[in-house]
């Protein structure tokens, strides 16, 4: 494929199973795998079912160091510094695992109230394990600017703050946030910075050397074209002796990239594909699918916010390749989560059921947001069937409350 040839929109589908009929605005959630690079992982499994012993203890290894080595050099990072794991999930709850080491009891887990649920939950789990607390800054959605998200964690910064987590791109309300002034906060005062670049890599340059957070985990599966399960670990040199895998095997004590490339029996291709998801990156012109993606975002945002109407969620600086509106949905400030939770999901399900669009939307706060992608197998005509259709449902829904 030459890249010079490239026609970005609903033409490229033919490079993925996505079915047909469907409007697919949700490439964010778990990514879309094209069809070269499930081939390539199929041929890394028969690889290894054609004599699994020889494969695990002699190919495996140099494989995945390899595999390593090559997305390291996107990431702008030292391969000695990068590791594999499954998600950006496992990534967080590897990091704030391992800080049981130093963890003390009344110390601070610091976020912010965009944080993604399941890393919430993680913090949760390991304070309660070591009598830490976690506090999450409220952040207000629709956001004010990127000064402020960082002033807003700033201020909330103590002697009792141990550790750090922020989104690069946040999960339920897809802003850019300002991570490098908030890594140069936490260094001024001692504090662990972990990033949560879940949705970054293939979204924004990252350049994780200069970054220099303590801790900066992402995946690989959502904008680079890799196959589930596939993410990374970055982890700041003077930081890799506290840093250990979830599950310790024979590499525990080695090193930091000897406890990760081994931790027993699994299917290691998502991991080795990784590379394959990365040519197919370059295949569709990389900075160019980038621009394309994200002014075609910016467009969809626009004429959503036109037929709602709603004000600027965000200043239109903090978007990268998604856009999440608030809905005009008013809920009664003391509805139950569940009940806003349930609320959000008969709208979604309308949506998909009736018209075979798929998007998220979720409660956040007392507010019903709804959040769309854009990729390059998207067009403006995809957000356009759904902007046919939402406020009707919009106002449906509204009359069942």
Same mark, same amino acid.
């Not at 998604?322 to 003391?334: C, F, G, K, M």
């Given at each position: 494929m030459n890249t010079q040839d490239i026609v970005y929109g609903a033409a490229l589908r033919t490079h993925w199973d996505l079915r047909s009929d469907m409007t697919f605005l949700n490439n964010a959630s778990f990514g879309a795998t094209p069809r070269v690079v499930m081939q390539a992982q199929s041929e890394w499994r028969a690889r290894m079912e054609r004599q699994p012993v020889e494969f695990v203890m002699r190919t495996q290894g140099p494989a995945v160091r390899a595999a390593a080595e090559e997305m390291a050099a996107f990431l702008g990072a030292d391969s000695q510094d990068v590791a594999f794991v499954d998600n950006a999930s496992m990534g967080v709850s590897t990091v704030v695992h391992s800080l049981l080491s130093v963890l003390k009891p009344g110390d601070e887990l610091l976020t912010t109230t965009h944080v993604y649920n399941a890393v919430r939950q993680t913090m949760k789990h390991v304070a309660a394990l070591c009598g830490a607390v976690v506090k999450e800054v409220e952040v207000p959605f629709p956001l004010v600017s990127a000064d402020d998200v960082r002033a807003r964690l700033r201020a909330e910064m103590t002697s009792r703050t141990r550790f750090v987590i922020v989104d690069h791109i946040t999960s339920p309300t897809g802003c850019i946030f300002p991570v490098e002034g908030i890594i140069e906060d936490c260094r001024e005062r001692g504090i662990l910075v972990m990033i949560d670049g879940a949705h970054a890599p293939g979204m924004v340059p990252l350049n994780l050397t200069t970054l220099d957070a303590d801790w900066y985990t992402g995946n690989f599966h959502k904008w680079m074209y890799a196959p589930k399960g596939s993410a990374f670990l970055w982890t700041r040199r003077d930081r890799q002796h506290m840093t250990h895998p979830l599950v310790p095997s024979h590499g525990y004590g080695q090193g930091y990239t000897a406890?990760?490339?081994?931790?027993?029996?699994?299917?290691?291709?998502?991991?080795?594909?990784?590379?394959?998801?990365?040519?197919?990156?370059?295949?569709?012109?990389?900075?160019?699918?980038?621009?394309?993606? $994200?002014?075609?975002? $910016?467009?969809?945002?626009?004429?959503?916010?036109?037929? *709602? #109407?709603? #004000?600027?969620?965000? +200043? &239109?600086?903090?978007?990268?390749?998604?856009?999440?509106?608030?809905?005009?949905?008013?809920? +009664? +400030?003391?509805?139950?989560?569940?009940? $806003?939770?349930? &609320?959000? *999901?008969k709208l979604h399900d309308r949506l998909w059921d009736d018209h075979a669009i798929e998007v998220p939307v979720m409660a956040f706060g007392t507010d019903i947001l709804l959040r769309t992608a854009s990729h390059v197998f998207n067009e403006q005509s995809d957000y356009d069937r759904l902007i046919a259709v939402l406020p009707a449902l919009i106002n449906e829904l509204r009359a069942q409350l």
């Open positions: 406890e990760f490339d081994f931790i027993g029996t699994k299917d290691w291709s998502a991991y080795t594909c990784a590379v394959d998801g990365l040519r197919f990156y370059e295949r569709m012109g990389a900075q160019t699918a980038v621009e394309y993606n $994200r002014s075609l975002n $910016r467009a969809a945002r626009h004429a959503l916010l036109a037929a *709602l #109407p709603q #004000p600027e969620p965000c +200043p &239109v600086s903090m978007l990268g390749f998604l856009s999440t509106v608030v809905l005009p949905i008013d809920l +009664p +400030p003391d509805m139950p989560a569940a009940e $806003r939770m349930a &609320v959000s *999901l």
